[in-house]
């Protein structure tokens, strides 16, 4: 393969909604570049992207491939992004380290929720966008209701380079008005007749022309002016501006392509070797610091790792960026991140599962390499001149998640250890040894997402696992105040265990302080604080201990048993076992023995008085809520609305955008358990959604009298 300069590489990302044909144009584009000689076929299983077994079985691409080919003298590297919302990390990753994002939309399924998903995306990160308009052959294919929906999102930024004289099956022409041309496939598809453009479609044609003419020149003044003076502008300053504009955001080409019959991806290819920016026309990427490093040759060579997998037949492979200067097969570098040293002792021009050795790549270049021995995702590796640090990608919370273990528990360990790996090759993967809740949580993006998870391990790693539902992770706390008070004596010859605490315990709310005088079945106690600790819980919220105890009652000393004493049960609620949380403990009396106190004696007097004042404080169960936010196809927003509420959730908002409609609710997690598949269900896979912490809420009585029923019977069930 020939050595690309900065000037000679693009970086795309292809990004569709699932179903869109992305796995089929990537092929087409192939055979276009000689890559291959015949194209395979989703259905056959034998397509150089979703080349992973999971994939083959399942028949949906769960990981984005990295695709290079040659056109136009120009070397494309593609990443191709899997469909469904659940692998939406990929996507993320991709636009992270590419420059243009190609959106393909189905003309049969119009602008998805899976569109404007990736779309959004694209607008976070900055990056130029071409539609491209698949499935012109289909039956219910309808190009102008598509690019209507277009328009009316995205207005008009979005502009035709393209339409079909068709759709539906006899679709085999399309008319570009960029060329001015019409293009005529046969039933094969491929290479296509030039003809000019008939009578019968000129007028429309001139009229989307001046568009596209308009539109290119409003990215540049002296275009413009030139536009106003001639009235026109040749195929070459259409091409600058049309390129400026995409840089900026404020053109979003349209073209039309058939991807199963090979149609109009030749001309696309054209288009993106001769209009599409370079890398070093783009703006710099920049540091952690903010620094922003130019592609360029002429500097310390600096790479950014932004994938690892491991690979059938081949191990694990780490997939990287050139950031700045030339890598070249047998450098050392630097892990800035990790402190280590690495020799990419190997270099591969990467199409799917084809690699080509290469001896070196430039400034911008994609490429990959195999057994580095300490290097993750995310990390940068330098040449001891450079001192550059790229940071992690930042990626979307789980919102799917379930508890797993090894059918056979000797494996765990073992699970454990790839479940790790698994989570460098997928970041929206995480895995959580839950001391709380006694579990290991898994969590995704979705069931989908998951399933993939349980398959490999289950048929490349040979564990077999289940997943069981996650425990909540409830909280509790009290109502009013309550008093009680624990002696612990035990004597068992030689030196004895003295110990007795009296106690109160309230409700802590935050700027309250403690009352002086409390009332307990017709008795008062006056409190005196003289010292006051706070402990932020992990978990959240506090837990405060007032020590008013007068006359040394308790000596100082013990105070930390005490506490320690308290933080016990806090960390095992009495009604459900779980995290308490916002309480002040007033230690107001107690008795000390000259002999036989000490730190254990108090801390269990502690432990005990706490527990036995917790229960009479009116204690409630707190459950997590979480914010919701449901992007849905107007059709399906009924149906989405009632199921949230069956869910417990309360609707806080609605708003509409064109091709979607957007609702935002709480909802407790205990009720999002199988949210991902439902709505998935309702949706026809059309709708997705996030979903974030938000706080904690008491949980209904009947809930709370049902959660206490079922800790009560797994404590018997223990003992």
Request: aromatic letters at 8%; charged letters at 25%; proline letters at 5%.
């Amino acid at each position: 393969m020939k050595t690309y300069q900065s000037s000679e590489i693009k970086n795309l990302s292809l990004l569709g909604a699932s179903g869109s044909g992305k796995t089929t144009l990537i092929e087409s584009m192939l055979l276009e570049s000689g890559v291959i000689q015949r194209r395979g076929t989703v259905e056959q299983g034998n397509t150089v992207s979703d080349y992973f077994p999971v994939e083959k079985e399942y028949g949906y691409s769960v990981f984005p491939t990295v695709i290079n080919l040659e056109w136009l003298g120009k070397k494309l590297n593609i990443i191709a992004c899997p469909g469904s919302d659940d692998f939406i990390g990929g996507v993320i990753t991709s636009l992270n380290v590419t420059d243009t994002a190609l959106i393909l939309v189905s003309a049969q399924n119009g602008v998805e929720v899976g569109t404007q998903t990736n779309f959004r995306y694209t607008a976070k990160l900055g990056k130029p966008v071409i539609f491209l308009l698949n499935k012109l052959d289909h039956p219910e294919a309808d190009y102008d209701r598509t690019v209507e929906e277009l328009h009316q999102i995205y207005g008009a930024k979005a502009v035709q380079i393209q339409y079909p004289l068709e759709c539906g099956a006899g679709f085999n022409a399309l008319i570009d008005v960029l060329k001015m041309k019409m293009y005529v496939w046969g039933p094969q598809g491929g290479a296509p007749e030039i003809k000019e453009i008939p009578d019968s479609e000129k007028a429309k044609a001139d009229e989307l022309h001046n568009a596209l003419v308009e539109a290119a020149a409003e990215n540049d003044e002296g275009l413009m002016d030139k536009y106003f003076e001639q009235g026109e502008l040749s195929e070459d300053e259409m091409r600058a501006g049309l390129r400026k504009g995409m840089v900026t955001r404020d053109v979003f080409p349209i073209f039309c392509v058939c991807a199963g019959k090979d149609m109009g991806v030749r001309r696309l290819m054209e288009f993106l070797g001769n209009i599409v920016p370079t890398v070093d026309a783009l703006p710099a990427p920049h540091t952690l610091e903010g620094k922003d490093v130019p592609y360029t040759d002429n500097a310390p060579t600096s790479i950014y790792v932004f994938k690892t997998a491991v690979e059938p037949h081949i191990g694990e492979v780490s997939y990287f960026k050139v950031m700045q200067g030339v890598l070249k097969a047998g450098d050392d570098l630097v892990n800035i991140d990790r402190s280590s040293k690495e020799r990419i002792s190997q270099l591969y021009a990467v199409a799917g599962a084809n690699r080509t050795p290469v001896d070196e790549l430039h400034a911008g270049d994609i490429g990959a390499t195999v057994k580095l021995k300490d290097t993750r995702t995310g990390n940068t590796l330098n040449a001891k001149e450079a001192d550059l640090q790229f940071g992690s990608i930042k990626y979307p919370r789980p919102r799917y998640r379930r508890a797993i273990k090894a059918v056979n528990q000797a494996e765990n360990e073992k699970m454990m250890q790839i479940l790790t790996r698994q989570c460098e090759e997928d970041p929206t993967w995480r895995v959580e040894l839950s001391k709380e809740l006694h579990q290991t949580i898994v969590s995704g993006m979705g069931e989908f997402h998951l399933r993939t998870l349980k398959w490999r391990l289950e048929n490349n790693e040979k564990i077999q696992i289940e997943y069981v539902e996650p425990r909540i992770p409830y909280r509790e706390t009290i109502t009013k105040a309550a008093r009680a008070d624990y002696r612990h004596k035990k004597q068992s010859g030689g030196a004895g265990q003295f110990g007795e605490v009296h106690l109160i315990v309230e409700p802590y709310v935050e700027g309250k302080a403690p009352q002086e005088i409390y009332k307990f079945g017709g008795q008062e106690y006056k409190i005196t604080p003289r010292d006051t600790q706070e402990v932020e819980l992990e978990w959240g919220g506090k837990l405060v201990m007032v020590n008013s105890v007068v006359g040394g009652a308790i000596d100082a000393r013990f105070f930390p048993a005490i506490l320690k004493g308290l933080m016990d049960r806090m960390e095992q609620g009495p009604l459900t076992g779980s995290y308490a949380r916002d309480v002040r403990v007033i230690v107001y009396d107690g008795k000390m023995h000259p002999v036989d106190s000490n730190e254990l004696s108090f801390r269990l007097a502690a432990r005990n008085a706490f527990a036995e004042a917790f229960r009479n404080a009116g204690p409630k169960v707190l459950e997590p809520i979480y914010d919701v936010e449901v992007y849905t196809p107007a059709d399906k927003m009924g149906d989405c609305m009632s199921d949230l509420q069956n869910r417990r959730g309360v609707v806080m908002g609605m708003s509409s955008e064109t091709g979607y409609e957007k609702l935002q609710a709480r909802v407790p997690l205990a009720e999002l358990s199988t949210y991902s598949t439902t709505l998935s269900s309702l949706s026809g896979g059309r709708a997705s959604f996030r979903m974030h912490p938000a706080e904690y809420q008491l949980v209904p009585m009947d809930v709370q009298e049902k959660l206490i029923a079922a800790h009560a019977a797994e404590l018997e069930a223990e003992d």
